[in-house]
């Protein structure tokens, strides 16, 4: 069942994603950029009211491709107490060298999640790294939340592409990126292990507050998706049973 992230930017949100049926709790600033790093305190504040509910994520900020750079913030975040550390694989610069050098912190038990750009050309071949350096997911994301949604980068073919990738090398795998509701029945039939939300949770746009009406919409969206997509799999699955079971005509009436 594909799970429901909801990035929140403070411990005020923190009731209102959970009243609203949030699994996973993402800490960002929505008002820095795509991965906007929120204060260490928020973030400590959030993972104390949590109390281990639910796994808490949170992100290092939109953070250039050097190795020593995105190893301390990541470093600083994991230090803080969340359960995944989202790091940005953003343009410019060369990922592999930052990949091995945080694959010492996966290598100590750090959950990292890396994030890929679904509007920022990105490459597929780079979860093969990703899984050998021992992280934990990946996920697509987009950097301008003002130009357009996730699938309007990515077409579903893709999508699914990355979904099964990941699967097949053992990560953890999420889409975010502007997502509406009427996105999650096309988006969960990929079989994705999240589907991140902020704008459509939140009154006025990304950087307003989440509404508890809006994360319940979001909630039983997803429950009918996952419902809907188990119901397709096993008859399909029935179907093959039958397809490939022996033949109940007699001899004699063939």
């Not at 099964?164 to 990126?177: D, E, K, M, V």
Request: charged fraction near 20%; aromatic fraction near 4%.
């Amino acid at each position: 069942m594909t799970r429901f992230l909801a990035s929140i930017a403070g411990p005020a949100e923190l009731a209102i994603a959970e009243a609203g049926g949030a699994d996973i709790i993402d800490v960002k600033d929505p008002t820095k950029g795509a991965l906007g790093g929120a204060a260490p305190e928020t973030v400590e504040a959030v993972v104390a009211a949590v109390a281990g509910r639910r796994p808490v994520s949170a992100t290092v900020g939109d953070l250039p491709m050097i190795p020593s750079l995105l190893a301390a913030a990541a470093e600083g975040r994991a230090s803080l107490g969340i359960d995944y550390v989202k790091i940005g694989i953003f343009p410019g610069g060369d990922p592999i060298p930052c990949i091995r050098e945080l694959a010492r912190m996966a290598a100590a038990g750090a959950r990292l999640v890396a994030v890929l750009f679904a509007d920022r050309a990105p490459d597929f071949a780079l979860l093969k790294p990703l899984a050998d350096a021992g992280f934990a997911g990946a996920m697509l994301d987009t950097t301008d939340k003002l130009n357009g949604r996730l699938t309007d980068h990515l077409g579903l073919a893709a999508l699914s592409d990355f979904v099964a990738r990941s699967r097949r090398l053992g990560l953890l795998t999420g889409l975010a990126g502007s997502l509406a509701q009427g996105d999650i029945p096309a988006l969960a039939a990929l079989g994705p292990d999240y589907l991140g939300f902020r704008g459509a949770l939140a009154v006025g746009g990304r950087a307003g507050t989440i509404d508890t009406a809006r994360c319940r919409a979001v909630r039983q969206a997803l429950d009918q998706a996952s419902h809907a997509t188990a119901a397709a799999g096993a008859a399909m699955d029935a179907a093959s049973r039958i397809a490939s079971g022996p033949s109940t005509i007699s001899a004699k009436s063939r």
